[in-house]
């Protein structure tokens, strides 16, 4: 998988920088150093949206129901009218509301010493653009930059593997020598008759992904999932789809501890503020140093 820092610069064509400095009239170092400080809020963002299954087959749909490769192509289409409101729809999914936004470009701010209004102006644009770029690579086969095999796809054989580790796809079976069993190929099959028989259909082996789905939710209600290890050495449903996710989103970046922190906190504050139904904004971001 390509982390959501590489993948943004990738955009364009590699003139993601360039654009972005451009359009908000700084050098291309401050436009790096702004995309690299929005960085940790998308992640956390698109980590908790996508914190269990259903939830990120609500992602999926947004994924795969916009028109976002087109921003992460041609970035100036991010500007425009439609881009801009496309992008915010995206930051309510992301972010939840307007105050984490406002609390993200806040912190930025004060992190890299560039306007809070340019970062206002940046995080739509950096929504398209990450959103067409995530689709780009869980589409193509042959995403730039992505060493791999032929017909590979990053995206989808990330979310194999992890539905493979978790025993909820079946592991592909080894290929055998045709020749070891001469019954064991189409032609002798074909001339004596010996086709094997095929087994009765499973669904949820058919459909892997929906397996995944039904057994995640269960084991995150509290059923416990089979293992032979000790129960305190068992990795549960939660965490394996944790890690998925976290891999999936990962920044690619090494932020300062304090600044991450504080990225965290606006989140946590808006979800105790949704839990209990006050609809204050978070406090002022901490000085991140």
């Known amino acids: 998988m390509i982390a959501l820092y590489d993948l943004m610069l990738k955009a364009q064509n590699g003139s993601a920088l360039d654009v972005m400095a451009k359009q908000f009239g700084l050098a291309q170092q401050q436009a790096n150093e702004a995309v690299s400080a929005l960085m ?42 439609m881009g801009i409101n496309e992008g915010n729809d995206l930051l309510s999914q992301f972010f939840g509301s307007k105050e984490v936004s406002r609390a993200i470009a806040a912190q930025a701010a004060q992190m890299t010493g560039i306007g809070q209004e340019i970062y206002k102006q940046m995080l739509p644009v950096v929504a398209n653009t990450l959103m067409g770029g995530l689709f780009k690579q869980s589409t193509s086969p042959f995403f730039p930059g992505m060493p791999q095999q032929s017909g590979d796809n990053p995206f989808l054989a990330a979310m194999q593997q992890w539905m493979e580790a978790t025993g909820m796809a079946r592991k592909p079976e080894p290929q055998t020598n045709p020749f070891s069993n001469p019954f064991n190929n189409p032609f002798t099959q074909a001339f004596f008759g010996t086709t094997p028989k095929k087994e009765a259909q499973d669904l949820f082996a058919d459909n892997p992904f929906a397996k995944a789905f039904a057994d995640m939710v269960a084991g995150m209600s509290g059923k416990k999932p089979e293992t032979d290890a000790a129960p305190e050495k068992a990795e549960t449903p939660a965490d394996s789809w944790s890690k998925f996710v976290n891999t999936l989103f990962d920044t690619g970046l090494e932020m300062q501890k304090d600044y991450q922190k504080n990225i965290e906190d606006i989140f946590d504050t808006m979800t105790k503020q949704a839990e209990t139904g006050t609809q204050k904004a978070p406090k002022a971001p901490k000085d991140a140093g």
């Open 40 to 81: 940790p809020a998308f992640s956390e963002g698109m980590k908790r949206s996508a914190a269990n299954p259903y939830d990120f087959s609500s992602f999926l749909k947004a994924l795969y129901s916009g028109e976002h490769a087109k921003y992460f192509e041609d970035m100036t289409k991010a500007f425009t009218p």
